[in-house]
């Protein structure tokens, strides 16, 4: 069992930037780590993914170049920084992890139903 727990949402201006954090607790080992966000209304969609030990990412291209994910070392948190966000990018952000042995670019890694574990989620509000 692993426990997962996002911390770090909250009230931002467009062309601010946040911090997620996510935590894991229990049985911690897994392969990869990912965020995900789900606006409402929407369907959950894949942010970003890293590899346990963190020297690996993935980006959904809508991320690229203003979302990064990061990990110090697999006993670390999983980290979203968020840069130039937009009312867009307003959504709950979870934070999940997956027992797959996959290339870090593999489509299966953008699969909700993949991951085993999930956070409650953390809100993002971006207002313009």
């Known amino acids: 069992q692993v426990l997962l727990v996002e911390s770090g949402g909250g009230l931002v201006q467009a062309g601010g930037s946040l911090r997620l954090s996510c935590a894991a607790s229990?049985?911690?080992?897994?392969?990869?780590m990912g965020w995900f966000r789900q606006a409402p209304g929407k369907e959950r969609e894949f942010v970003a993914a890293?590899?346990?030990?963190?020297?690996?990412?993935y980006y959904a291209d809508s991320m690229k170049g203003r979302f990064t994910i990061s990990r110090d070392s697999a006993k670390n948190p999983v980290y979203l920084q968020m840069n130039s966000l937009k009312p867009e990018d307003s959504a709950v952000y979870y934070c999940a992890a997956a027992s797959l042995i996959l290339p870090i670019d593999s489509p299966r890694l953008r699969r909700t139903g993949e991951y085993n574990y999930w956070g409650q989620g953390t809100q993002v509000t971006v207002s313009s």
């Open positions: 890293i590899s346990w030990s963190g020297g690996n990412t």
């Open positions: 229990g049985r911690t080992f897994s392969s990869y």
